[in-house]
């Protein structure tokens, strides 16, 4: 389960967050994640500071106390010995996953659902999109446009997020989709083959919608699955 230490510090607030980034923060930025550290919080208070640490386990963050490189650096910058109190963390809430949430709704809800009414709640007024075959488009209608042509070519489309990771409000999400090419699609009459293609998305959100994802798929392999381009050739010595 995670874990939230918390500790107070008195002293002038600026002074010591000077000390701790001279001395503390260059050995706990190498130290922490083998300890299982998630982040890290300092925050001003009336009379110091007050350092709030969130942890994967109880066991990691003893263990980081314990270092011994941890304690010199604690002595070199004047703290007192650390002397946190641990909570239980119920739920985390975070930006990132936050943004995690939006990509994985637009993926089953608007692409595999096909849940069209579900863009405006995601997508922001001002959005900005591009992919290799679409170009730039814009704000929900563009977004909305977008699924619409590839729903009109496939049937059956499938999209499962495969990876996704996040950091403050941008998230990457691999992804693979399939389906059967029924219908037009940039010229090419249906085929009635089925397609399996992956790609990459990179988006930014901001309160809680997308205002810009740019996405890289393998369009090259989708054509050839489509009998569109003949399949390369492996090359012989």
């Known amino acids: 389960m995670a874990v939230l230490s918390v500790m107070a510090i008195q002293g002038n607030p600026d002074d010591l967050l000077a000390r701790m980034e001279a001395t503390l923060d260059p050995v706990a930025a190498r130290k922490a994640p083998q300890y299982g550290a998630i982040s890290s919080t300092v925050v001003r208070t009336d009379d110091g500071i007050k350092i709030l640490n969130l942890w994967e386990t109880e066991e990691g963050r003893h263990r980081m106390a ?60 001002d959005f900005v999109g591009s992919s290799p075959t679409d170009g730039e488009f814009h704000g929900p209608d563009g977004f909305r446009q977008l699924v619409e042509r590839y729903h009109s070519a496939f049937s059956g489309i499938e999209m499962r997020v495969e990876r996704i990771v996040a950091e403050a409000d941008w998230v990457a999400t691999n992804w693979t989709a399939r389906g059967t090419h029924s219908g037009e699609l940039m010229g090419i009459a249906p085929t009635g083959r089925e397609a399996t293609v992956s790609g990459m998305q990179f988006s930014r959100v901001h309160d809680g919608k997308l205002v810009e994802s740019h996405g890289l798929f393998d369009a090259l392999g989708m054509l050839q699955q489509l009998g569109a381009v003949p399949a390369a050739t492996p090359a012989h010595a």
Do not use: C, H, M, N
């Open 66 to 125: 314990d270092d011994p490189e941890i304690q010199d650096a604690v002595r070199a910058a004047g703290f007192p010995k650390p002397d946190f109190k641990g909570y239980e963390v119920l739920k985390i809430r975070s930006a990132a996953e936050g943004a995690k949430e939006i990509e994985r709704r637009i993926a089953d809800e608007v692409w595999t659902k096909g849940k069209l009414d579900v863009i405006d709640e995601l997508i922001a007024p």
